[in-house]
């Protein structure tokens, strides 16, 4: 912070926040992205161990094991101020939720591979919150924030709907044993009640893991204030956590028959995953002090999504064993998955840049204190985001309002129902036709679609660019619709044809019953036969 204020601020002229050089962050960047790429492999590592040791008892390992090094080198019961009772509680609870989001985020790792794992719950808190914000509150951020925000759902339908991994899905039954606790088959059977692939379900449950997390971490920031900082509220929780998984580690040994073959051989993949997890801890800290929390999410995201990539395509086995003669990876890079990973790093990038808002204004002076002043004209103070929510339901009253839009918005769910409905059974019975066919209905909806928001945007308040509002769109859509082909009437024999009323003058096409034009024209009405006394006076 002291390299960003400097005493000679004044004397050089300039005033405010001085940008610290990219040159002096560099060995930061370098440090992040080097412990994001340990995090990635450490996952890897993790989901192997995963096959033979339990959940319960991998998560105990893990938190006492960083327990004993942060005793060491945190020292968090001599140093800082002496806890209270009622702030051992509020650890203890803490403890409690932190162990619960761990075994959710581990028990998805095991349906879904490391993989995944990463791409779902190694966001960071900045990006779901402006994910969230988005989504659901009024200052989203504008159209670049909201673009993010469906970048990310894109991403994760992709998971979803497209990664057709079908080794994953084989591996769905655990015939190597993951459901030999009540905790793990519970899991397992919720998930197998919606009727999807296990790897799936663990998509799902990753998602709202991952949201538990960042609620967790934001509630958590008030008692490590309490307490005397978040490093010290790390190691305590690492410790307490410990102590809350001994007793059901301790029964889980001593009824289930064990699977490793060799502790031994597990000790130095255990101890990587752990200084992995306090190094990345720890440089996270460095990194958002030293650094934006926007621009060190931002650079984490690029360094985290392709290692895992590279590491899902190399990647044949754990470290304790030796790779097999035939070198194979588990871990399919799908479409899906690849298009989801280039939704997440557009969605963090777009999510964690810094925000435009409030700096159109023009330098008019500084005040006698050497503020500067700034005078914001127009769209810079009337503009305001609304929330996702918020807009669909703006929207779907406006187009309620009037019987035109509300017919063509109960024909617009109608078709969609009928599409979706399409979809589900050609998906279900592996039909080819009825697929391409709902396809083909939700692009006739997207013409409705796009005639609803035309209407609704004729609808919109007059701003300083558009000073008439955008009623034209509605003089643009009905000329194209009067020029296309299907909009000329055709005249059958002994009937008029229907009159046309979209224009200012109201023509009729003319039929043997009717006097010919030419007649008309040459025969004049009495009106015009006969001169008013103006026109007399002037002919005098």
């Known amino acids: 912070m002291e390299d960003k204020y400097s005493s000679n601020v004044l004397s050089g002229g300039k005033l405010g926040m001085v940008e610290v050089p990219d040159s002096r962050l560099t060995r930061y960047i370098v440090l992040l992205i080097l412990s994001k790429i340990l995090k990635a492999l450490g996952i890897f590592e993790s989901y192997d161990i995963l096959k033979v040791v339990h959940i319960v008892q991998f998560i105990f390992i893990l938190k006492l094991g960083s327990a004993v090094i942060l005793l060491v080198f945190q020292k ?13 509680i509020k650890l203890v609870k ?54 993010g925000a469906a970048f990310f759902i894109i991403a994760v339908i992709c998971l979803l709907l497209f990664d057709n991994d079908h080794l994953m899905a084989k591996m769905g039954d655990h015939h190597q044993g993951h459901h030999d606790s009540a905790l793990t088959h519970f899991l397992y059977t919720a998930i197998s009640l919606l009727g999807v692939a296990d790897h799936k379900g663990g ?62 051989s597990l000790v130095v ?22 650094m934006e929390a926007l621009r060190c999410a931002r650079y984490g995201a690029f360094a985290l999504f392709p290692a895992a990539l590279a590491l899902a395509n190399f990647w044949t086995g754990p470290l304790h064993r030796p790779p097999p003669l035939q070198l194979a990876t588990e871990h399919v890079l799908s479409g899906g998955v690849i298009v989801s990973a280039v939704f997440f790093v557009m969605a963090s990038s777009i999510l964690t840049a810094p925000s435009k808002k409030g700096q159109k204004g023009t330098l008019v002076g500084y005040s006698p204190e050497g503020t500067p002043l700034y005078n914001f004209m127009g769209d810079a103070l009337q ?53 391409s066919d709902g396809f083909h209905m939700l692009f006739d909806c997207s013409a409705l679609v796009l005639g609803l928001f035309a209407a609704l945007m004729t609808r919109w308040k007059a701003t300083r660019i558009f000073s008439y509002g955008r009623c034209p769109l ?67």
């Open 94 to 147: 803490h403890a409690v939720f932190s162990c619960v989001i761990s075994l959710l985020g581990f028990f998805g790792l095991t349906l879904c591979g490391p993989l995944r794992t990463l791409l779902l719950f190694e966001h960071s808190d900045v990006v779901v919150v402006a994910l969230l914000g988005v989504l659901f509150t009024n200052s989203g951020g504008g159209p670049s924030k909201t673009r």
């Open 269 to 290: 993949p255990f101890a990587m995953i752990i200084f992995v997890v306090i190094l990345e801890f720890y440089v996270e800290s460095v990194c958002s002090a030293k």
């Open 203 to 264: 998509v799902v449950l990753l998602v709202v893991s991952l949201c538990l997390k960042v609620g967790f971490h934001t509630a958590s920031r008030k008692l490590s204030v309490e307490i005397g900082g978040a490093k010290r509220l790390y190691a305590l929780d690492n410790l307490l956590s410990a102590a809350v998984m001994l007793p059901w580690a301790a029964v889980l040994t001593a009824t289930t028959e064990s699977k490793v073959d060799s502790w031994s």
């Open 474 to 540: 509605a003089v643009c859509w009905s000329t194209w619709w009067e020029s296309a082909p299907s909009a000329t009437p055709t005249p059958t024999a002994g009937k008029a044809a229907p009159l046309t009323t979209t224009d200012t003058r109201i023509t009729a096409t003319p039929t043997a019953s009717t006097a010919t034009p030419t007649e008309d024209m040459a025969t004049p009405t009495a009106d015009m036969a006969t001169p008013t006394p103006t026109a007399r006076a002037a002919e005098e």
């Open 383 to 435: 503009h305001t985001s609304q929330s996702l929510p918020r807009f669909i339901k703006d929207s779907l009253k406006q187009i309620l309002e009037e019987y035109d839009s509300r017919q063509i918005f109960y024909f617009l769910c109608l078709n969609l129902a009928f599409t979706f409905v399409e979809l589900f059974y050609g998906v279900w019975t592996n039909s080819l036709g009825l697929i």
């Open 76 to 88: 968090p019961f001599s140093s800082g101020k002496v806890i209270s009772k009622r702030q051992w």
